[in-house]
């Protein structure tokens, strides 16, 4: 009887997203550290702001972004005719796939890269493509060879979650220069902010017409349950995204907060330092437990077990500690754990368990 009622070829492909568990049943004093969040929050101000919004929840709001978007050409120093607001950089990248692959196109992503771009390709009706990595980090050569005439989008997060790593401004560049005409290469930039002097690739872009990036307030900003994010691209990119831009896609409250949390880049500084300090202490000290890392460019580590069964083992282990972190099964990384840099005292007592855990094997 329901049978006629199928949705888009596709979607039945698509996995659940899986979040990062929040919880530990019967446990109250839970470390959380495994969704990359920013242990110290928002910025004061963004808070204020927050709660003043309460007075505008009966306005509806604006539909240009346009104070939020001049606050973040300020500050990266670029044209804010050429930044789109979204609710997470995921509803960016879900326009861009919605705007640039349907069925019959390919959507190319690296083995151990975001799942969101395989889910926003399938939802768009188009191919994705997994292209291997070579030692976790993204191949700018397997990438140009994986393309083709179908090629549309080419997504590389720099740093890639869930591996840490990074490629240099001369590999995106290379990579940039070698597409097919008719692909646009995506740069997400969410972890952008904890590089020191990393402009996410807005020089490339400025000197280009197939460059796009994706920013995120989920991560060094502190805002990751307000759902804000942006992009950056060619102009005519930008004004296609638009046209599929729901018209009041953001808030009142969180255009404001991340207005207010932009400009406020103290506390970006400050978080970004700390995370630098902690990230060193916590890879070395799991390295001297015989727990290796690659060198981190973002807020957490990719700790390495000799295999899936002492990475799942050291997982449960912690839970009895009341510490989460993220197992990485679903990022074809099985022997590894996710764990995010938490403030200096978490950071220390995930280092003491994973060295009881080390111990008692
Ligand atoms: C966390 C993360 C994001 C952020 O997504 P939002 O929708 O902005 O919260 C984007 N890309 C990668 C690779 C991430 O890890």
């Known amino acids: 009887m329901t049978n006629a009622i199928r949705p888009q070829p596709g979607i039945l492909d698509i ?50 972004h346009a104070a939020l978007r001049q606050a973040i050409a300020d500050v990266h120093g670029l ?31 690296t083995e151990h890269g975001f799942l969101m771009y395989r889910i926003s390709a399938l939802a768009a009706g188009a191919t994705p493509v997994e292209v291997a990595e070579r030692e976790r980090t993204a191949d700018v050569d397997a990438i140009l060879a994986a393309c083709g005439r179908k090629t549309k989008l080419v997504f ?21 220069e070698g597409l097919p005409k008719q692909a646009i290469l995506v740069l997400d930039g969410a972890y952008a902010e904890y590089v020191e002097g990393y402009d ?9 017409e197939n460059v796009v990036m994706t920013r995120t307030f989920s991560k060094v900003y502190g805002l990751g349950g307000l759902r804000i994010g942006w992009g950056f691209g060619p102009q005519a990119i930008i004004d296609v995204l638009n046209r599929i831009r729901g018209p009041f896609n ?16 103290d506390h ?15 890879a070395e000290s799991l ?26 083992s050291c997982d449960a282990y912690l839970k009895t500690q009341e510490l989460i972190v ?26 003491h368990a994973v060295a009881q855990f080390k111990g008692q094997r």
């Not at 495994?34 to 003043?52: D, Q, T």
């Open 200 to 208: 996410g690739g807005k020089a490339l872009i400025e000197a280009r």
């Open 156 to 176: 590389i997060a720099n740093p890639n979650n869930p591996t840490g790593t990074m490629i240099g401004a001369k590999d995106i560049a290379r990579l940039a």
């Open 326 to 351: 993220r197992q990485v099964g679903s990022y074809k990384l099985p022997h590894c754990l996710r764990i995010t840099v938490g403030d200096e005292s978490s950071c220390r007592r995930v280092a």
């Open 15 to 64: 996995a659940l997203y899986q979040g990062g568990q929040a919880q530990i049943a019967g446990m109250s004093n839970v470390v959380k550290l495994s969704s990359n969040e920013n242990p110290f929050g928002p910025s004061e101000r963004a808070r204020e702001v927050f709660l003043r919004s309460v007075h505008q929840l009966h306005r509806y709001p604006s539909t240009d």
């Open 268 to 282: 970006v500084a400050r978080c970004r330092a700390e995370n630098t300090r902690m990230r060193a202490w916590l």
């Open 287 to 312: 390295a001297e437990m015989g727990v290796p890392s690659d060198t981190s460019t973002a807020n957490f580590v990719l700790a390495r077990f000799a295999d899936a069964a002492e990475a799942a």
């Open 250 to 265: 953001l808030s009142t409250t969180q255009l404001d907060v991340a207005e207010a949390a932009m400009r406020d880049q």
């Open 79 to 109: 044209d804010a005719g050429r930044v789109i607001c979204g609710a997470g950089s995921d509803e960016v990248i879900t326009f861009l796939c919605q705007a640039y692959a349907g069925p019959g196109d390919e959507v190319i992503h």
